[in-house]
């Protein structure tokens, strides 16, 4: 799946509201664009895409039949 389809599933299922699939979203547009950054743009982006995860924490406890 590349990330335009992913994009388009992320619309189809309302998907903005779930902040893990944007970030799988981010990693994908990353991984498309990996051959024309530097090592260091990449690990820079990669390390704010990480951040991002690490900041949802675990939002999802006791409403996870509404979420997943």
């Known amino acids: 799946m590349d990330s335009k ?5 992320v619309e189809a299922t309302d998907g903005i509201s779930k902040p893990w699939l ?3 979203l981010r990693l994908k547009k990353l991984q498309e664009r990996r051959e024309t950054l530097s090592e260091d743009a990449y690990a ?3 390390e704010d895409i990480y951040q991002d995860l690490m ?5 999802w406890h006791g409403i996870e039949d509404q979420v997943f």
């Open 5 to 9: 389809q992913l994009a388009q599933y």
């Open 44 to 46: 820079e982006e990669l």
């Open 55 to 59: 900041n949802l924490g675990e939002w």
């Open 22 to 24: 944007l970030v799988q």
